[in-house]
């Protein structure tokens, strides 16, 4: 008959033998997990995300617990059966304490459950993504490229989100095919901090923060904002870019009233702007954006900033003489003086009142009568400051100047036999 003090030995080879014959089935848990869904647990046949195997591993410790105190409790037990008296009474105190811990986990269970099921089955929620531009998927956030594919974006994606507290808005150019191309077709969105834009039937995509200037667009005005494919901000001036020569539609014009930044423009009909020739009115106005649409073809511009709140400061006025060189003439120019308290940060007039002081002046009386003002005879320019001054003809053939104008003989305005009908005088910065 087998002696009872064998029986331990024994059991722990029997334990063994049931681990290796079960050995296939612990190697397969690299990919296999048990199910534990009857505990409430997430299947991990699917696609766990990290708080699955948190909520796996904890209950899978809870059950791991359970079956060390089931083990522990039966060796307790088995140890009773031991004659001995000091070994029944170590039996007897692991059966109780196999007990106790057996309680106290399933306890620990239940009430971690009934609190708050999140502690034993906890979900992750999306980090809130800082400032910045994102792809979003109406619960997630990856940050954005400034530009490329929609088919390069991870699956799902389909909006961009602006994250900011403030700041500037922000542009979207939307394609209708890829690398940016069939302007045709494209379109601008503009978004301020918290909107998205989505970017479904976009082929692809471009953003940029939105900065005060000049914007060119192809299609008409919508509101303060402009339809179809625009340019982003033009600060400089000069020819328009190739793909709006001619084709211009409108122009929006944003301002940074809050740093006194107001910008204007002059468009022309050339394609060099300090060359005479068909063109607009200086547009300028005290808003912080506005568009205008285009009613010639347009070729180039003149952009300037608009010195409207301090115009004191761009410098002492206009002086128009009836002689070439007129400042230089040695007294044989008829002379009006503008005076920058006149000019304040617009003036306009038609050139006839602009009428020439001969005081002092070595010139006929014949000639004094008969070229009496700016209109029946220009002469020069003196630029005395930071100033815009704009001649035009009542047909709107019109020259530009940023600086003095020795000669208007040698200007195309005079040269191609226009009459000087009005002037605009603008102070800039």
Same mark, same amino acid.
């Given at each position: 008959?087998?002696?009872?003090?064998?029986?331990?030995?024994?059991?722990?080879?029997?334990?063994?033998?049931?681990?290796?014959?079960?050995?296939?089935?612990?190697?397969?848990?690299?990919?296999?997990?048990?199910?534990?869904?009857? %505990?409430?647990?997430?299947? #991990?046949?699917?696609?766990?995300?990290?708080?699955?195997? $948190?909520?796996?591993?904890?209950?899978?410790?809870?059950?791991?617990?359970?079956?060390?105190?089931?083990?522990?409790?039966?060796?307790?037990?088995?140890?009773? #059966?031991?004659?001995?008296?000091?070994?029944?009474?170590?039996?007897?105190?692991?059966?109780?304490?196999?007990?106790?811990?057996?309680?106290?986990? +399933? !306890?620990?269970?239940?009430?971690?459950? /009934?609190?708050?099921?999140?502690?034993?089955?906890?979900?992750?929620?999306? *980090?809130?993504?800082?400032?910045?531009?994102?792809?979003?998927?109406?619960? @997630?956030?990856?940050?954005?490229?400034?530009?490329?594919? /929609?088919?390069?974006?991870?699956?799902?994606?389909?909006?961009?989100?602006?994250?900011?507290?403030?700041?500037?808005? %922000?542009?979207?150019?939307?394609?209708?095919?890829?690398?940016?191309?069939?302007?045709?077709?494209?379109?601008?969105?503009?978004?301020?901090?918290?909107?998205? !834009?989505?970017?479904?039937?976009?082929?692809?995509?471009?953003?940029?923060?939105?900065?005060?200037?000049?914007?060119?667009?192809?299609?008409?005005?919508?509101?303060?904002?402009?339809?179809?494919?625009?340019?982003?901000?033009?600060?400089?001036?000069?020819?328009?870019?190739?793909?709006?020569?001619?084709?211009?539609?409108?122009? #929006? $014009? +944003?301002?940074?009233?809050?740093? &006194?930044?107001?910008?204007?423009?002059?468009?022309?009909?050339?394609? @060099?702007?300090?060359?005479?020739?068909?063109? =607009?009115?200086?547009?300028?106005?005290?808003?912080?954006?506005?568009? $205008?649409?285009?009613?010639?073809?347009?070729?180039?511009? /003149?952009?300037?900033?608009?010195?409207?709140?301090?115009?004191?400061?761009?410098?002492?006025?206009?002086?128009?003489?009836?002689?070439?060189?007129?400042?230089?003439?040695?007294?044989?120019?008829?002379?009006?003086?503008?005076?920058?308290? $006149?000019?304040?940060?617009?003036?306009?007039?038609?050139?006839?009142? *602009?009428?020439?002081?001969?005081?002092?002046?070595?010139?006929?009386?014949?000639?004094?009568?008969?070229?009496?003002?700016?209109?029946?005879?220009?002469?020069?320019?003196?630029?005395?400051? =930071?100033? %815009?001054?704009?001649?035009?003809?009542?047909?709107?053939?019109?020259?530009?100047?940023?600086?003095?104008?020795?000669?208007? &003989?040698?200007?195309?305005?005079?040269?191609?036999?226009? =009459?000087?009908?009005?002037?605009?005088?603008?102070?800039?910065?």
């Amino acid at each position: 008959m087998l002696k009872i003090k064998y029986y331990k030995p024994l059991f722990f080879v029997f334990i063994l033998l049931v681990f290796l014959s079960s050995s296939s089935f612990v190697f397969a848990l690299e990919t296999i997990y048990p199910d534990l869904t009857f %505990l409430g647990l997430p299947s #991990m046949a699917d696609d766990p995300k990290l708080q699955d195997y $948190v909520s796996y591993f904890f209950g899978l410790g809870i059950i791991a617990a359970v079956i060390l105190a089931l083990i522990s409790m039966t060796i307790g037990f088995i140890q009773m #059966m031991y004659p001995s008296p000091e070994t029944h009474k170590d039996a007897v105190d692991r059966v109780k304490g196999s007990i106790l811990g057996l309680i106290l986990t +399933l !306890s620990a269970f239940i009430i971690l459950r /009934t609190i708050n099921l999140s502690l034993v089955a906890p979900s992750t929620t999306p *980090l809130m993504a800082g400032a910045g531009i994102f792809y979003y998927n109406g619960q @997630d956030f990856k940050p954005a490229a400034p530009s490329g594919n /929609t088919s390069d974006i991870p699956p799902g994606y389909a909006n961009i989100a602006y994250r900011c507290n403030t700041g500037p808005a %922000l542009l979207i150019w939307k394609f209708p095919q890829e690398n940016l191309a069939g302007y045709e077709g494209a379109v601008v969105h503009r978004i301020t901090c918290g909107q998205t !834009s989505s970017l479904n039937g976009v082929a692809s995509f471009k953003v940029a923060y939105e900065s005060p200037g000049v914007y060119y667009c192809l299609g008409g005005c919508n509101g303060d904002f402009c339809s179809g494919y625009m340019s982003s901000s033009s600060l400089a001036g000069g020819q328009l870019p190739e793909l709006f020569k001619g084709k211009l539609g409108s122009v #929006m $014009v +944003l301002n940074n009233l809050a740093d &006194n930044i107001s910008y204007g423009a002059v468009f022309h009909q050339q394609t @060099d702007p300090k060359r005479g020739g068909g063109c =607009s009115r200086p547009l300028a106005a005290n808003k912080e954006r506005f568009c $205008v649409d285009a009613t010639f073809p347009i070729f180039s511009a /003149t952009i300037f900033v608009w010195n409207k709140n301090t115009p004191e400061s761009s410098g002492d006025g206009i002086e128009f003489y009836s002689e070439p060189f007129g400042w230089n003439s040695g007294a044989k120019a008829g002379k009006n003086f503008l005076d920058k308290s $006149v000019i304040k940060n617009f003036w306009e007039a038609w050139a006839e009142n *602009l009428v020439f002081n001969y005081d002092n002046v070595d010139q006929p009386e014949q000639y004094k009568k008969l070229y009496t003002n700016f209109h029946l005879h220009p002469g020069s320019i003196r630029v005395k400051g =930071s100033y %815009l001054v704009a001649l035009y003809s009542q047909n709107w053939y019109c020259q530009v100047f940023l600086a003095d104008v020795p000669n208007l &003989n040698e200007m195309e305005f005079v040269a191609q036999k226009n =009459s000087v009908d009005a002037v605009v005088v603008i102070p800039t910065k």
